[in-house]
């Protein structure tokens, strides 16, 4: 009951602001297909595929992480900070392990919500995008994933600015760098191994992994379930020493 309530609170914030997130979750990726899709893309080819095709994938794998990082991270970092009602749940009777649990999954439940709408406007342009049950299993993980990380940065951070520091040095460049835009196959061997190790290169490859082998499938969900059972983990014990 405890969970139902902090995710009924959650959607009830959510209608009341549903059309500047709804807005807001669309502007980005209608941008980068108009820049990358539409436009840079209409006569490259990538990975034997239109670039139209490749990029769309990333596009969702970048869309659905930040959504999900930053609702989280700004809902706790904001409510410890500023409006102080993370202390009234602290001495609240409410478990902080199902506390956790609630913000990681009504932050993952964004992630969902933009990565909808982005299919939305791609079925409705003509995007070319195949979804299949392991498209949409690679992408709910990657909303959790990221919902967990954001609850973990908005615990520890304890300022607004850190905050955004933070996303600079860490979210931004795995928005770029992890294949998301083009392919990391020609990156030094270095570099690859460094961005092969991160989640959102699992994602973005796991989206387009129509014709990949079975291996490489279950790698990419692996590499994906092991980020997220850490980081939750590390969530719910943090949440609880804060206690």
Known sequence: MI???????????FKRKFWSTTIGAMVSPILYLIAFGWGLGSNLKMEGTSY?????????????????????????????????TFEEYMVAPINMRTYAIGKIVSGAFYGIYSAMLIVLIV?????????TPYFILIAILNCFLFSAGG?????????????AKFSNFIITPMSFLCGTFFSIEKMPVGIKYFINILPLTHTSQGLR????????????FAVLAVYFVVLLIMGIRLCKNIE
């Open 151 to 163: 609850f973990i940065a908005g615990l520890k951070i304890n300022s607004h600015a850190d905050m």
């Open 123 to 131: 079925m409705i342009f003509g995007g070319g995008l195949h979804i």
């Open 209 to 220: 992994a129509i014709g990949e082998s079975l291996e490489m499938m279950a790698l990419h």
């Open 52 to 84: 139209m095709q490749f990029v769309i994938p990333g596009i969702i794998a970048l869309n659905t992480m930040i959504t999900s990082f930053n609702n989280t991270a700004n809902s706790i970092n904001i409510s410890r900070l500023y409006y102080k």
């Open 3 to 13: 969970l139902y309530g902090i995710l009924w609170q959650e959607f009830i914030i």
